[in-house]
């Protein structure tokens, strides 16, 4: 089945740094969507970019979507504690909106 | 605020009972899914359902069954728990569309 991939799988930097994530996918898509999970948590939606959309911002995010690569990034920036977690990228499939496969994450710590 | 609640945070089952993992939305979500993660293999999918009484199968069924008999509801049954179905369990809904997913705090299920 298709799946998005992350890379890398895992990521520390400084606090105040910006901290950028790549996600590739197989198959073509209606939409990209990204998660953050907090160690031992649910998944919480950040952002979703169409498969028309070239780039979108929300705050310090900025997500960029390359459907002839078939690869979005996600880059955080000036980042913060808080900002330690696994992050996720979520495909759907182009028949099943509905349905959305989960990569296997980024785990991001961030260091005072 | 929306919502999705499950019936426990943590849960510890001898192998060969039934179990049973509730999920509730107060969200009027069409969609509901059921998944497990475990370390380093992300999020999978179980089963998911898109309307009431309807289910689809995700790409690790085996195991388990759900029911759907009302929209807010969705549970997940574990027939007879093995150790192998130890696992972090995540409970999330969609609307139709954008369908991205609000998802409960998870049930850690411990198999002995």
């Known amino acids: 089945s298709q799946q998005g991939e992350e890379d890398p799988q895992a990521l520390s930097i400084q606090e105040g740094e910006n901290a950028t994530m790549n996600c590739s996918y197989k198959?073509?898509?209606?939409?990209l969507q990204w998660y953050r999970q907090n160690s031992g948590r649910g998944l919480v939606h950040l952002i979703l970019?169409?498969?028309?959309?070239r780039e979108k911002h929300s705050g310090r995010l900025r997500v960029t979507l390359d459907t002839s690569k078939k690869s979005s990034s996600l880059l955080i920036t000036a980042s913060r504690a808080a900002d330690t977690a696994s992050y996720f990228c979520?495909?759907?499939?182009?028949?099943?909106?509905?349905?959305?496969?989960f990569g296997s994450g980024t785990r991001l710590s961030i260091r005072p | 605020d929306v919502k999705v609640t499950q019936s426990s945070r943590y849960l510890v089952k001898r192998t060969g009972e039934k179990v049973f993992l509730e999920c509730v939305q107060d969200?009027?979500?069409?969609?509901m899914f059921w998944y497990r993660q475990d370390p380093g293999l992300g999020l999978r999918l179980i089963y998911f359902?898109?309307?009431?009484?309807?289910?689809e199968k995700g790409d690790i069924p085996e195991g388990y069954s759900v029911s759907r008999e009302k929209k807010e509801r969705f549970s997940l049954i574990l027939e007879s728990a093995s150790t192998n179905q130890t696992s972090m369990y995540l409970c999330?809904?969609?609307?139709?569309?954008?369908?991205?997913?609000?998802f409960g705090p998870g049930t850690r299920l411990t198999v002995t």
């Open positions: 969200m009027d979500h069409e969609n």
């Open positions: 979520a495909t759907d499939a182009y028949s099943s909106a509905s349905k959305i496969i």
């Open positions: 970019i169409r498969s028309n959309e």
């Open positions: 198959t073509s898509i209606n939409n």
């Open positions: 999330a809904s969609s609307s139709r569309d954008p369908g991205w997913q609000y």
């Open positions: 359902s898109y309307d009431v009484k309807m289910k």
